[in-house]
C-alpha cells in the first residue's frame, strides 16, 4: 500500500480513503434502508476493496447502521477501524437532540459496543451538539471528560471530538489524549484551514464531515471544469482535492450505492496539476 495513502488513526495506520455509513439509514437517517440487501452488499464492497475505516454512529437510523454494520461484517477484519461518535439522540420524528449529560454519554456507550457487538470501542467521537448544526462556543469538559473516564475503563482505547471549535480541540487535548476531529470541511467550507495545518503538525487526524457538501451537494463550474479537463467525476476532484489538501486528513465519503463506492474510492487515483489546483482554489476563496 502506498504509504502516501494511509496516515495514523490512534495506534493504527488506515486508508486515507474510507467509509461514511450514515446514509445506509432511511431518509433523512432515520428509519430502516429502504433495501437491506444493498446496504448489507455496500459495507461487504467497501471492506472487500480495501477499506479499512468505517464511520458510523448508533443515532443513525438509530441504531441501524450499526446493526447492519454487524450483520455484513462480523467477525470483524483485524485491521478494521470502527469509528462512533455519541452526543445527541434521535427523537420520534427524527429530530437530532443533545445528549451530552455523562449519563447519556454512557448509555450511548453501551449502545454502540452492544450494536456492533464489540468489547471495546476503536475511537468514540464526542459530538458537540448544543440543539443546532452549527458549532458554538462553550465548555465540552463534562461530556468529554465522562468519555474519557470510559477510556480509562477499557470501553473506549480513543477519543476524538466532532463539530467543534479550536478552542474546544484545545479544551479536549488538555482533559485526555485526542486522535482525531471531524468537523466539516470541503472545497467550499475552509473555515478550519488553520486548525487543519496546527493538528497535522501534531499528528492528529483530520476528518472532514460533508465532503461533498452533505445535502447541499457541492456545485460549481470550476469544480466542473476540472473535472471534465481531467475526465473525472466532480465528486471524484472534490475528493482528490482533500486527499490533496493535508496529509492528516482522513475521507469518509457515504453512499448506499455500491457502484457510488466504486466511483468514490477511485478518486485516489485522480492527479491534479497546478492549474487544476489553481481553479479548485477560487472555490473556497469565493465563499
Given at each position: 500500500m502506498d504509504s502516501t495513502m494511509t496516515y495514523r488513526l490512534g495506534d493504527r495506520d488506515v486508508r486515507r480513503l474510507g467509509y461514511g455509513a450514515m446514509q445506509l439509514a432511511g431518509p433523512g437517517v432515520f428509519g430502516p434502508p429502504r433495501d437491506r440487501d444493498a446496504a448489507l452488499a455496500v459495507l461487504r464492497a467497501a471492506v472487500a476493496a480495501g477499506v479499512d475505516h468505517i464511520d458510523t454512529s448508533d443515532f443513525y437510523g438509530p441504531h441501524v447502521t450499526n446493526q447492519l454494520i454487524r450483520e455484513a461484517l462480523a467477525p470483524y477484519p483485524e485491521d478494521l477501524t470502527i469509528?462512533?461518535?455519541?452526543?445527541?439522540?434521535?427523537?420520534?420524528?427524527?429530530?437530532?437532540?443533545?445528549?451530552?449529560?455523562?449519563?447519556?454519554?454512557?448509555?450511548?456507550?453501551?449502545?454502540?459496543?452492544?450494536?456492533?457487538?464489540?468489547?471495546?470501542?476503536?475511537?468514540?467521537?464526542?459530538?458537540?451538539?448544543?440543539?443546532?448544526?452549527?458549532?458554538?462556543?462553550?465548555?465540552?469538559?463534562?461530556?468529554?471528560g465522562a468519555l474519557a473516564a470510559m477510556r480509562e475503563e477499557g470501553l473506549i482505547r480513543h477519543l476524538g471530538i466532532s463539530n467543534a471549535t479550536a478552542a474546544q480541540v484545545d479544551e479536549a487535548r488538555a482533559i485526555a489524549p485526542l486522535v482525531c476531529v471531524q468537523n466539516m470541511y470541503n472545497l467550499a467550507h475552509r473555515e478550519d484551514d488553520p486548525l487543519i495545518d496546527r493538528l497535522a503538525a501534531d499528528g492528529i487526524a483530520y476528518v472532514p464531515f460533508f465532503p461533498l457538501g452533505g445535502f447541499s451537494p457541492l456545485q460549481s463550474g470550476a469544480l466542473d471544469a476540472v473535472a471534465a479537463r481531467l475526465g473525472a467525476t466532480p465528486m471524484q476532484v472534490?475528493?482528490?482535492?482533500?486527499?490533496?489538501?493535508?496529509?492528516?486528513?482522513?475521507?469518509?465519503?457515504?453512499?448506499?450505492?455500491?457502484?457510488?463506492?466504486?466511483?468514490?474510492?477511485?478518486?485516489?487515483?485522480?492527479?491534479?496539476?497546478?492549474?487544476?489546483?489553481?481553479?479548485?482554489?477560487?472555490?473556497?476563496?469565493?465563499?
Open positions: 469509528v462512533t461518535k455519541v452526543g445527541a439522540v434521535r427523537g420520534p420524528e427524527g429530530s437530532w437532540d443533545p445528549a451530552q449529560s455523562p449519563a447519556a454519554l454512557r448509555a450511548a456507550v453501551h449502545d454502540n459496543l452492544r450494536n456492533l457487538g464489540l468489547d471495546q470501542l476503536a475511537v468514540v467521537n464526542f459530538r458537540v451538539h448544543d440543539g443546532s448544526h452549527g458549532r458554538s462556543e462553550g465548555s465540552i469538559a463534562e461530556g468529554y472534490a475528493l482528490a482535492w482533500l486527499l490533496h489538501r493535508s496529509p492528516n486528513i482522513l475521507l469518509i465519503p457515504g453512499t448506499s450505492s455500491v457502484a457510488h463506492l466504486r466511483e468514490n474510492l477511485a478518486a485516489a487515483a485522480v492527479v491534479l496539476d497546478a492549474a487544476a489546483l489553481d481553479a479548485l482554489d477560487t472555490i473556497g476563496a469565493t465563499r
